[in-house]
């Protein structure tokens, strides 16, 4: 995977010789909102319209891809490139960052790869377990098998919108768990607390290591009303976990959180840290806030 900063800025009608000039070389040229992961696409009027199905469906995934070239492109305005594949089949995708009026897409252009030499070295179907492993792995951390940093980094911190809800949690007294039990029962405690959280989420929504025992959990297009719910249905689950051979441990989070009630701003995280600390130093078990509030903080 690569990035470039190349960013396009088109009219409809430049849009649409840039595609038919494109279409010459790649088998498949789409424009995505991956906000909405909506396919779009200039009918002879120059209108943009939404295709009925969304991108990932033409890998048969049920979700957005983990390892998505369209999401990393958008994240850092640039273009980047990645090999995926499905079906037996390898495919080569550049997904490049365009402005069309005013309004961000991206550029996907595929093309599905017939070289033998491309294989020669490993073989297809070695080649296409080593480019599954790598699309798997690159966003998964390790222990708990949820999302890791690079992937809030380079994922889902470009498409957070409106009606987007975001927690941050740690687990109380983490410190004392691996001094008194072993690190080996804190490893314990991060895999079963995960499992319970990600029961609890979406295929749309994302759950993230962040570092330690520090997590997030991204809810896409939610009620303020649902996420508040949520929020506290968590909490009281975690406190349910039982760890099995450490019977004495007794679990509960703190969590910090906030309702995009508008396109939030880079300043995310640092609000949401400063709201884990005010549940910390308040002693109570969460905060929540309205994105428009925070700076009020």
Known sequence: MNNQEVMIFLTKEELKRFITLQEKIFDQVRLVDVKTNQIYYLDEEKVLCVEPHQCFEFWNKEKKCQNCSSAKAFTTKGQVCKYEFIDSHIYFIISKYIEVEEKAFILEMISQSNDET???????????????????????????????????????????????????????????INDT????????????????????????DSVVRYGGDEF?????????????????QIRDAVKQIKIENYPDIDLSISIGSIYCQKQPQ??????LDKLLYKVKHDKESICFKLYGDCKDM
């Open 266 to 271: 880079k300043s995310l995280i640092e609000n």
């Open 216 to 232: 997030l959990v991204v809810f896409r297009d939610i009620s303020e009303t649902a996420f508040k719910k949520r929020l506290y």
């Open 118 to 176: 491309f294989y020669a070295a490993q073989g297809q179907n070695k080649m296409a377990k080593i480019i599954t492993k790598l699309n798997s792995r690159i966003y998964t951390d390790s222990l708990t098998k949820v999302y890791n940093r690079a992937y809030y980094d380079e994922q889902a911190k470009g498409i957070l919108s409106q009606y987007d809800g975001v927690m941050m949690f740690d687990v109380d007294k983490f410190k004392m």
């Open 181 to 204: 039990y072993g690190h080996l029962a804190g490893d314990v405690v991060l895999k079963e607390l995960t499992k319970v959280v990600l029961s609890m989420t979406r295929k749309c």
